[in-house]
T-cell receptor
Framework: EADIYQTPRYLVIGTGKKITLECSQT?????MYWYQQDPGMELHLIHY???????EKGDLSSESTVSRIRTEHFPLTLESARPSHTSQYLC???????????????FGAGSRLTVL | AQSVTQLDSQVPVFEEAPVELRCNYS??????LFWYVQYPNQGLQLLLK??????LVKSINGFEAEFNKSQTSFHLRKPSVHISDTAEYFC????????????FGAGTRLFVKA
């Protein structure tokens, strides 16, 4: 049973459209993340959040934005989608184990975005 | 900077044969180590982790990995694989000093044949 939910699972849209990928978790985790996954490549962190009203960009440059108004909700928005945004987007959260850096991640099933 | 190298992009193996998926990392600081598994059309799931203590860690479904600090490796092994083990496996590291970053390898696709 999934504790972190992503919608939509699959999305095909045209260039220039605005889209929001939803992510919700029921575990009460403070830390949440968005990763981009392409076949045969490392996962790349594009956004993360330490808690409500705390968001930062990750290593991979991204034209997307995120918000964290509630602990359980971490949506990702693309204001104007382009074909280069075609990818799989994975949302994750991690619990505090009392060990700094021990980020044990729980992932959602992913949102596969295709921009035509 | 940290990096993770998974030496094999694909590993085909027959059912009930042993398998080893190799992972080497590079880091100037001490790290935590993880293996995640991704089944088709699903997100990643934690398979096992090394945080401290015994350098040999085991999962509930028969996988094990051993942290070798001198060789900076964390290879994943299973003595007898099943068809259901077919998936993509990702090795990952994070910095013991803290922070948000988990660095992933590019993944190894394990394909178990009947």
């Amino acid at each position: 049973e999934a504790d972190i939910y992503q919608t939509p699972r699959y999305l095909v849209i045209g260039t220039g459209k605005k889209i929001t990928l939803e992510c919700s978790q029921t575990m009460g985790h403070d830390k949440m993340y968005w990763y981009q996954q392409d076949p045969g490549m490392e996962l790349h962190l594009i956004h993360y959040s330490y808690g409500v009203n705390s968001t930062e960009k990750g290593d991979l440059s991204s034209e997307s934005t995120v918000s964290r108004i509630r602990t359980e909700h971490f949506p990702l928005t693309l204001e104007s989608a382009r074909p280069s945004h075609t990818s799989q987007y994975l949302c994750a959260s991690s619990e505090d184990l009392g060990k700094p850096g021990a980020n044990v991640l729980t992932f959602g099933a992913g949102s596969r975005l295709t921009v035509l | 900077a940290q990096s993770v190298t998974q030496l094999d992009s694909q590993v085909p193996v027959f059912e009930e044969a042993p398998v080893e998926l190799r992972c080497n990392y590079s880091s100037s600081v001490s790290v935590y180590l993880f293996w995640y598994v991704q089944y088709p059309n699903q997100g990643l799931q934690l398979l096992l982790k090394y945080l401290s203590g015994s350098t040999l860690v085991k999962s509930i479904n028969g996988f094990e990995a051993e942290f070798n600090k001198s060789q900076t490796s964390f290879h994943l092994r299973k003595p007898s694989v099943h068809i259901s083990d077919t998936a993509e496996y990702f090795c990952a590291v994070s910095d013991r000093g803290g922070g948000f970053k988990t660095i992933f390898g590019a993944g190894t696709r394990l394909f178990v044949k009947a």
